[in-house]
């Protein structure tokens, strides 16, 4: 089947939503960029391209230098909300409870939950249109050692990476091989891929899901005794074996089942009074008299 054609566009995906801040520790800002990447190997280089409304765009420019903080599954609603808010009135560290630490290299900060930084000093500004390119050396770079293995093998895969494509935000999937692993027929490109420990929570969350359902499903449907049809509820003795019933309130209430005709309370009347004769004919009477606008309306004496 053929492919459709469409108008030229910025239709690379995925792209990696990095959360980049800047200022210094007395000022911070910090705002979501997914159009980045690694330029050069040697010396490493990266990009940022940035609006020139954005707040930031002034002071990176000034400063020289920002923070590129990789973002996880756990700083997912922090980064879409440092994309859609600006630093001008809002403070984005207090409302998503980011911390922050100084960094080694650079003034600007870098966050505490971010499981890398890299730390950036700006070469170059080029102005392509619609954004800024920032071309920037990495002059320091800090890993979490939460996520450091054996032989200092960085398992970013705990840290559920995100990805973002057309304006969504994925995690990213399983472990497929090292690189080169179509062409090398060594061992250790033949054993299974890593899997992600990542993964596993999701799928210990899914079931737990799953089992919570069943239950509720089995408590909805399943009757709420095993008594057999017509089979009362007994209630609760007192201590020398005698029943005691209580009422709504929990308190003891009267029997009135046990009684006589003569020990009950005649209803609606006192004792000693006779029953009133109710009815159409006996019933008193209601004198009304009719507004001016023809409804009737009810005197005085007869409300």
């Known amino acids: 089947m053929p492919k459709i054609s469409w108008k030229p566009g910025t239709m690379l995906f995925p792209l990696p939503p990095v959360m980049v801040t800047c200022g210094t520790m007395e000022k911070p800002n910090v705002l979501t960029i997914a159009w980045t990447g690694i330029v050069n190997s040697e010396p490493p280089m990266t990009y940022i391209s940035v609006r020139p409304s954005r707040h930031s765009h002034k002071i990176i420019k000034e400063s020289g230098e920002f923070v590129i903080n990789i973002s996880t599954l756990e700083l997912a609603k922090a980064c879409d909300y440092c994309g859609v808010k600006s630093g001008k009135n809002t403070d984005k560290f207090a409302d998503m409870n980011l911390e922050i630490e100084p960094c080694k290299e650079v003034k600007a900060p870098m966050l505490v939950k971010a499981p890398v930084s890299l730390e950036c000093k700006v070469q170059s500004v080029t102005s ?15 890993v979490d050692d939460k996520y450091l293995e054996e032989d200092n093998y960085l398992a970013l895969e705990k ?9 969504r935000y994925y995690t990213l999937g399983r472990d497929l091989g090292a690189f080169g692993f179509s062409v090398d027929k060594t061992k250790e490109n033949k054993t299974k891929p890593r899997k992600s420990k990542f993964l596993e929570v999701l799928k210990i969350e899914k079931q737990i899901k799953e089992g919570t359902e069943k239950i509720k499903e089995k408590r909805t449907s399943a009757p709420r005794t095993n008594r057999k049809d017509g089979e009362r509820r007994p209630y609760p003795k007192r201590e020398g074996g005698e029943k005691k019933a209580f009422g709504r309130r929990g308190e003891e209430r009267r029997s009135y089942a046990k009684r006589s005709n003569e020990e009950r309370k005649p209803y ?15 019933a008193p009477k209601k004198e009304f008299h009719r507004s001016p606008f023809g409804k009737k309306r009810f005197n005085k004496e007869g409300q």
Request: glycine share 16%; hydrophobic share 35%.
């Open 159 to 167: 840290a559920g990476l995100l990805a973002f494509v057309h304006g």
């Open 268 to 282: 609606g009347r006192r004792e000693g009074e006779e029953r009133k004769p109710y009815g159409r004919d006996n």
């Open 128 to 142: 392509l249109g619609t954004h800024d390119m920032f071309m920037a050396e990495i002059v320091n770079v800090n």
